[in-house]
């Protein structure tokens, strides 16, 4: 490592004063690594995707602060945390506290809203319960009162979700031309379950054989909706007159069963059920409706009857934020809220009212006053929450700690990434130091410190190439970032192209859009820009994508995971239509940043396809033969070849009370995931276990000879994912890889003309050096044909394109708007875009000679 490295380090084998030391850092594909890094200070971690950034910043330090600070806490409130494991690390002096603000999704439940995150709602009760309007000979509500989360604020119809379940005889029988016995009754559960009800009701004298629709009312109405549960003799596998028989004869019973009726199986099964995929199941047969006791507003009677500016709390949480901070203001300074004859009930509005404010302060500055509380985090993106959760750490006051954050500009219009490194400054200035993963070259720009790991992804990078201030690092030769960080890099070579004809949208109303006309040119690359929360991706994510859909018959397939569906608030139905340009297109693809599978058995070579191609190549090789091994024998999934021990998953794990769970490699097939049968197969010397655990990199030299699997790998090294391996579990992908995965595996297609392209910020995630990669595999689209329609705030791929859709001209119900549209030169002298500037700045590099 370059000397000046060090150059501030006190004396041979002493930390730094002030300075974290680190010595003999080995997490994941880390080096050995030795670096000095500066306390309070910014410190950014640079380097292409895959590179050890994240290992050195949160594998490494925030896991080895995790844990020292976890050695001081009890054994039994251990168990409380999330634990990550400890770090392959030698040594590691003078590392403070540690709070980590990483990417992640929102809570799962609809119950976590932005009220709860940031605990502005803690306060806005507070607020109502003790300075709040009551109606006459209303007695005092505690603060508990106002949340419909407790027992004493739910309202006792909906218990808080403002919504009421229930199920129809349609919804539990869909298609009525089926008997009983060929499961017209659907929402009954499948296997045994669902066979002993139906012999339940042979005994009970109901003919399972006649058509459901041709049954009585009263029988239909008895087998679905009773509360009844009736125990009786079962003759497994009788038809109504054999049972009939039986029971004349007294004959031995197969054995007692006891009868559910539809209705009470699933609401039963849905409340109590702990089992993820039960709940999803039942739940596809209920209706969820708007409570009629609360109207959807979650709380009893009572606390809704408190007011405060004229407004229940309810209606308070559905305020944006930025009409909150005014709504706060007058009260701040006692220009409102006097109360002569109350004077403690005055002082108690001032001062909720100015922690309100600064709180909403900082929401607003870090761009998110387009938000409302009740706002639920399962519909927020991951650079959302993050902001919300630093805007929470910035008024907290703490200092002398360590913030890890993971590309906080994710998501980030470059408006809005000004207000972010403001936020990260305050943090500073009382004393933190900061430690941020990012690719945003202005975050990069604007830090104190970095630490440049590279020079490539996986086991070609985990060194760190530069430690120190950032003009240091235009001298680093290996250095990936620093040619984009001093206007080194090429700009993209580009082809002109004019539109020639239009996809026209017509009076498009969906979110914070109202009937506005839109058109996206055909067969070019248009990038639709704008500040977070503008209506970017209510317009194309939503609107179009599923006028799309339905155009093409396409079903819109919801998250795997997503077994709260019921509880969500229907979705504000769109409006407008497609009017133009829809004879043009052949084909909807969208790539999106959802997983690419739930269990560490889905992976990159599984989804891709490429895996059937490498087990048939296993098959054929001559000793498969000659055992009779078929290319099922090659697939962990199936029992004729994984390992018996792990049931294929490489690994066990070994549950350990107070402590985090610990998954260790099997024993039997020491992490291979076969029996040993299967891995004594050889093809060029490697078995099964050793293609999966290449890297795509390695992979591609290994099948270079056979052209269908080289071109697949090849595509995938394309769009930047050469240092994943074959086998990487999906669940230890990012969203921005899991969409390039899927990216990878599109550009495979041969035949592309007519296709539309929608893409929403696939830059995510991405080092410069990979967008420029993304940039040509989205151009290789459009010239094989097709269009392609880009949400994004990545200012390189907007100057790459050839048309601009910049919408705003604010956020929330300051946007909405189409503000400009044209070729990026234009957009980047539209005075009214808050895009312009920024764009301006790049095309102004680019024509400079980058």
Not at 154 to 170: F, I, M, Q, W
């Amino acid at each position: 490592m370059d000397d000046k490295v060090y150059k501030l380090e006190q004396g041979a084998g002493q930390p730094a004063r002030g300075f974290v030391r680190v010595r003999g850092a080995r997490e994941h594909n880390l080096k050995n690594v030795d670096v000095n890094i500066p306390r309070d200070a910014l410190v950014v971690f640079t380097g292409v995707s895959g590179s050890g950034k994240s290992s050195l910043a949160f594998g490494t330090l925030y896991a080895e602060a995790q844990r020292r600070y976890l050695e001081s806490v009890s054994p039994y409130a251990r168990r409380l945390f999330h634990q990550m494991a400890v770090p392959e690390v030698d040594e590691v002096e003078g590392l403070p506290p540690a709070v980590a603000l990483q990417q992640q999704r929102g809570s799962p439940t609809t119950r976590s809203s932005v009220g709860s995150v940031t605990t502005l709602s803690n306060l806005f009760r507070m607020l109502y319960s003790r300075a709040g309007d009551y109606p006459k000979s209303q007695p005092l509500l505690y603060a508990e009162a106002f949340s419909p989360n407790s027992a004493e604020g739910a309202c006792p119809k909906c218990h808080g979700l403002g919504r009421v379940y229930d199920v129809t005889e349609r919804s539990m029988v869909p298609d009525d031309t089926l008997t009983i016995r060929e499961r017209a009754v659907a929402a009954w559960p499948t296997a045994w379950h669902g066979q002993n009800l139906r012999d339940i009701l042979t005994t009970l004298g109901y003919d399972i054989d006649t058509p459901w629709r041709e049954l009585p009312k009263k029988a239909r109405n008895w087998i679905l909706f009773t509360d009844e549960q009736p125990t009786v003799p079962v003759y497994a596998g009788y038809d109504l007159k054999e049972v009939e028989r039986a029971l004349r004869r007294k004959e031995e019973p197969s054995y007692q069963g006891t009868f559910t009726g539809a209705r009470r199986y699933v609401m039963e099964t849905f409340a109590n059920t702990t089992s993820a995929m039960m709940k999803k199941r039942v739940s596809q047969f209920m209706l969820s409706a708007e409570c009629s006791a609360c109207h959807g507003k979650r709380l009893k009677p009572e606390a809704l009857s408190v007011k405060f500016a004229r407004m229940d709390i309810a209606d308070m949480a559905r305020v944006p934020l930025k009409q909150l901070a005014e709504l706060m203001g007058p009260y701040c300074n006692g220009t409102l809220g006097r109360q002569d004859a109350h004077p403690e009930k005055a002082i108690v509005v001032r001062r909720i009212a100015q922690d309100l404010s600064a709180r909403l302060g900082v929401l607003l500055d870090l761009g998110l006053g387009y938000l409302t509380l009740e706002r639920s985090t399962p519909t927020l993106s991951p650079g959302e929450l993050q902001r919300l959760r630093l805007a929470t750490q910035v008024r907290s006051n703490l200092f002398g700690v360590v913030y890890v954050l993971d590309e906080p500009s994710a998501g980030l219009h470059p408006s809005d990434t000004e207000a972010l490194l403001r936020a990260l400054d305050r943090l500073k200035t009382v004393g933190n130091s900061l430690f941020v993963v990012e690719h945003e070259l202005d975050v990069v720009r604007h830090a104190d410190w970095i630490v440049d790991v590279g020079p490539d992804a996986g086991r070609h990078g985990g060194e760190v190439l530069y430690s120190g201030p950032m003009d240091g690092l235009k001298s680093v030769e290996r250095s990936r970032t620093a040619k984009y960080l001093f206007g080194q890099a090429i700009p993209p070579q580009q082809t002109e192209r004019a539109p020639q004809r239009w996809l026209k949208l017509s009076g498009v109303t969906r979110n914070n859009l109202r009937a506005i006309n839109v058109a996206f040119p055909l067969g070019v690359l248009t990038t639709v820009t704008g500040v977070s929360g503008s209506g970017k991706s209510s317009l194309v994510s939503q609107f179009l994508v599923e006028a799309l859909r339905r155009h093409f018959g396409q079903s819109h397939v919801p998250d795997d995971d997503d077994e709260n569906a019921l509880e969500r608030a229907p979705v504000e139905p769109s409006m407008g239509k497609i009017v133009e340009g829809l004879d043009r297109l052949k084909r909807l693809v969208v790539v999106d940043q959802k997983p690419i599978g739930r269990t560490p058995r889905s992976n990159l070579a599984t989804y891709t396809g490429l895996f059937d191609d490498v087990r048939k190549l296993f098959a054929q090789t001559n000793e498969a033969r000659r055992r009779r091994f078929d290319a099922g024998r090659f697939s962990f999934n199936l029992p004729k070849g994984r390992c018996p021990t792990c049931q294929g998953e490489g690994f066990v794990c070994v549950e350990l009370l107070f402590l985090p769970s610990v998954y260790a490699p099997c024993t039997e097939c020491q992490g291979a995931r076969y029996n040993r049968e299967t891995l004594q197969i050889k093809l060029k010397g490697k078995s099964i276990a050793d293609v999966l655990g290449m890297t795509v990199d390695d992979a591609h030299a290994f099948f270079v000879e056979n052209a269908q699997i080289a071109r697949s790998l090849d595509v995938m090294r394309q769009v930047g994912l050469g240092y994943i391996r074959l086998g990487q579990p999906a669940t230890e992908l990012s969203g921005g890889e899991a969409q390039r995965v899927k990216l990878a595996t599109e550009l495979q297609r041969t035949q592309r003309s007519g296709s539309i392209y929608i893409l929403d910020e696939p830059t995510t995630g991405l080092h410069p050096s990979d967008v420029e990669k993304l940039i040509v595999q989205l151009d290789g689209l459009v010239e094989a044909g097709s269009t392609v329609i880009v949400v994004e705030h990545d200012m390189s791929v907007v100057a790459a394109s050839d048309w601009v859709i910049d919408i705003g001209p604010g956020a929330g119900d300051e946007g909405g708007q189409v503000v400009a549209a044209g070729p990026p030169a234009e957009i980047a002298q539209h005075k009214s875009s808050r895009t312009a500037p920024y764009l301006a700045r790049v095309l102004e590099e680019y024509r400079s000679g980058r």
